[in-house]
């Protein structure tokens, strides 16, 4: 039922950033400016709470993608939600290696890739299966995803990965 996946898709991103805000309130010298991921590194404190959720957030992206199978009418639409279910994979694997190692660091720029990746191609499905305008606003925002980070490297990485995550979600 549609009501089941608009729930899934809103708790896994909620549950997220709810995370990240009690990631932040048990350890205050956080910054915005610094990589979510340090919410759940080495010396955070109560980093178990951030990283459990980011693996159970993913889990559930997986969930939302698992129930949208059964709507995908196209081929670029169907290697779209693949690479969401790969993305969200790599989210478990940030949660599951601690900040910094290079594990994590390889799995967090492979999640990023595939899901911006896979929005585009989401997007290019939407169009050819009927949806002109919501596919080409899902094309734009994940353009806009990889060109802020390319366009922006002046900026930190917090706020690069909350512009991101967030036009993923």
Known sequence: ??????????????????????GQLFNPSYSFLDQLSQLGGQGAVAAWIFNAGVIT????????????????????????????VIAFVFLILIGSFRWPSTIHLVSLILFLSFALSGGALMGVGLRLEGYPRRGLVIIGMSFLGGAVSLLLPWLSEGPLEIIGISLIM
Do not use: E, N
């Open 1 to 22: 039922p549609k009501r089941y996946k608009v729930g899934v898709s809103v708790l896994g991103a909620a549950l997220f950033w709810l995370v990240v805000y009690l």
């Open 57 to 84: 957030a993913g889990g559930l992206a997986i969930g939302y993608c698992y129930l949208l199978m059964s709507q995908v009418r196209t081929l670029p639409s169907a290697v779209g939600l693949l690479f969401f």
